[in-house]
């Protein structure tokens, strides 16, 4: 049985961790990935309170492996969460989109794993100091919100790794066992994979969304709204208005507008297309097939096995 620091901080047999997710990650798919060996991730960021408690419940009965909450600390109705993720003895949280001082002691003092998500050295290692178990790494490549610096997983990863004595997870970028692998050498002991979890069956996102992401090819993400909140999204009318604004120098009020409210939800949970947000990473270009989590964690550890074997593709 393949052992690391991050199986073991974890409890898990493959140190392979399924992103949360705002309208992606609800308790089928961190449960489905639970029960396959990985770690799966409710995410709570698109979630009223009483609705995180709902899937904490739900994913409880449905696996009786560990699993975590991800928690962006930027959420309106944050200690609510919080305070949920305490009653309800989720084991694992991993916090993104602030400062890892406010909450960890928090966390620890409950008992709980706390993993932060960081894009630099810098801020893993405030992680670090703050006392957090592990860091999550997430290169430019990544879907969803990222770093304002856009390092790529490649650089960033050896980066971190050296940073800091915590482990490290590399994200962005990673939806193989190669891939996995070649982070697994930079110095990373675990990935966390959000994209290819998208295009999953048990995703909670729309069906048109999942079909777009598996249909993506080389060159249809991008970086927006970096005045505003950095985030990568897939080519479509509402990203075309975004670029257009930004290009004639849009103020941040003006962006602001345009994003409006519940834009994710539209796109990536309603389905629609075109005016919605659509959050998904580079490596969606690779992803052929919307296929169930368990395959997934399989594949990827299987293709990371043989990868171990003949690293360098002699044929
Ligand atoms: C649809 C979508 C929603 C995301 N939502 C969140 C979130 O709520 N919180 C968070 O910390 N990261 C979020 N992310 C980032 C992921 O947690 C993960 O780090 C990233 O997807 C990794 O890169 P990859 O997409 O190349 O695998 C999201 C990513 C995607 C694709």
């Known amino acids: 049985m393949f052992q690391n620091r991050i199986t073991q901080l974890f409890g898990i047999d493959y140190p392979i961790i399924q992103a949360g997710m705002i309208w992606a990650s609800g308790w089928k798919l961190a ?3 639970s029960n396959a060996g990985g770690l799966g991730v409710i995410g709570a960021g698109s979630m009223y309170p009483e609705v995180l408690r709902d899937h904490i419940r739900k994913c409880r009965a ?11 600390l930027l959420y309106p109705d944050l200690d609510l969460h919080i305070q949920i993720i305490i009653d309800e003895q989720v084991p694992i949280v991993f916090t993104s989109a602030g400062n890892p001082r406010t909450w960890t002691k928090h966390f620890k003092d409950k008992g709980i794993t706390v993993v932060h998500v960081v894009s ?25 919100h990222n ?19 915590i482990p490290v997870i590399a994200a962005g970028g990673i939806a193989t066992g190669r891939q996995m692998l070649a982070v697994m050498t930079l ?19 729309h069906e048109s969304f999942k079909q777009a992401v598996i249909q993506a090819a080389e060159g249809d993400t991008r970086l927006s ?14 990203a ?4 257009e604004a930004e290009a004639r120098g849009a103020s941040k009020e003006e962006l602001t507008e345009l994003l409006g409210r519940a834009r ?17 990473g580079q490596v969606s270009a690779l992803l052929r097939a919307i296929e169930p989590a368990a395959h997934i964690v399989e594949t990827v550890w299987r293709e990371f096995s043989e990868a171990l074997n003949n690293p360098l593709q002699i044929r």
């Open 31 to 33: 449960a489905a990935v």
């Open 62 to 72: 449905a696996t009786s492996k560990p699993f975590g909450v991800n928690i962006p």
């Open 120 to 144: 630099s050295s810098k801020f893993a290692q405030k992680a670090q100091e703050a006392g957090c178990d592990a860091v999550v790494a997430e290169g430019f490549e990544a879907g969803g």
């Open 147 to 165: 770093g304002r610096e856009e390092t790529t997983t490649l650089v960033l990863i050896p980066a971190v790794a050296e940073a800091v004595q």
């Open 187 to 205: 110095g990373a002991e675990g990935v966390q994979m959000g994209s290819r979890f998208v295009a999953c069956v048990e995703a909670s996102s």
């Open 225 to 238: 709204l970096k005045a505003l909140t950095p985030v990568r999204l897939l080519r479509n009318h509402f």
């Open 240 to 243: 075309a208005q975004v670029q």
């Open 264 to 280: 994710a939800k539209r796109g990536m949970f309603e389905g629609d297309l075109e005016e919605g947000e659509l959050e998904i």
